[in-house]
């Protein structure tokens, strides 16, 4: 079952912040963060590890609440580049992730 | 490093026409998936190897996908006949584990186009 992403899309103003959220009916092991410009691969972002830990690197960061199946990514400051897609990967069981839907973000100068 | 690579980059065919994509991983990992992008149904992981085997293809939509890994370094998704609705991007990703702990490479993708 597909992890469920909010918002969908959302336009921010450079400087601003934002946060996405992805959330899963099953328990989590691991939650894996991508960005996807258009026309390109999804980048690796950051892996969180069951143990509710919370990462970061440069403005953006992340959290993992395994009790409530759900991860956060926060975009702080956000700058032109962080333009793109972002999707949640999630390990339930087993050895695969399974991608949410994506937020679309579009950060306006 | 090269990074994942993946050939062709855009494919056109024909209905029912046989289409191979392939995938050179990153040297050195040991796990290898294919995946396909579409809008309506987002990023859908197809199957995946470990050490050149494949461990779970519950993903391929139906028997006329397949897909192999006859070596570490080479890897092809292979669609026979190929139908229209098989029209996405299908990209190969790589990594040193399985999915959970791992990080993963994805290569460009390939582009499939069937009319």
């Known amino acids: 079952q597909q992890p469920v992403q909010s918002p969908q899309a959302v336009i921010l103003r450079e400087g601003e912040d934002a946060v996405i959220n992805c959330s899963s009916s099953?328990?989590?092991?691991?939650v894996h963060w991508y960005r996807q410009k258009h026309g390109e691969a999804p980048v690796f972002l950051m892996i969180?590890?069951?143990?509710?830990e919370q990462k970061g690197h440069d403005k953006i960061s992340a959290s993992f609440n395994e009790k409530k199946q759900q991860s956060s990514l926060y975009l702080t400051a956000s700058q032109l580049s962080y333009s793109g897609t972002y999707f949640c990967?999630?390990?339930?069981?087993?050895?695969?992730?399974?991608f949410g839907g994506g937020t679309r973000l579009m950060v306006k100068p | 490093d090269a990074g994942v690579i993946q050939s062709p980059r855009h494919e056109v065919t024909e209905m029912g026409q046989e289409v191979t994509l392939r995938c050179k991983p990153i040297?050195?990992?040991?796990?290898l998936f294919w995946y396909r992008q579409t809008m309506m149904r987002g990023l859908e992981l197809l199957i995946y190897?470990?050490?050149?085997?494949?461990?779970?293809d519950s993903g391929m939509p139906e028997d006329r996908f397949s897909a192999k890994m006859p070596n570490a370094s080479f890897s092809t998704l292979k669609i026979q006949p190929s139908e229209p609705r098989d029209s996405a991007v299908y990209f190969c990703?790589?990594?040193?584990?399985?999915?959970?702990?791992?990080?993963?490479?994805f290569g460009p993708g390939t582009r499939l186009t069937v009319t």
């Open positions: 969180l590890l069951k143990g509710g």
């Open positions: 990703a790589s990594s040193t584990g399985l999915a959970g702990g791992y990080e993963q490479y």
């Open positions: 099953k328990a989590l092991y691991s």
């Open positions: 990967g999630l390990n339930n069981a087993g050895n695969m992730l399974t």
């Open positions: 040297s050195g990992h040991n796990s």
């Open positions: 190897f470990n050490n050149n085997v494949p461990i779970d």
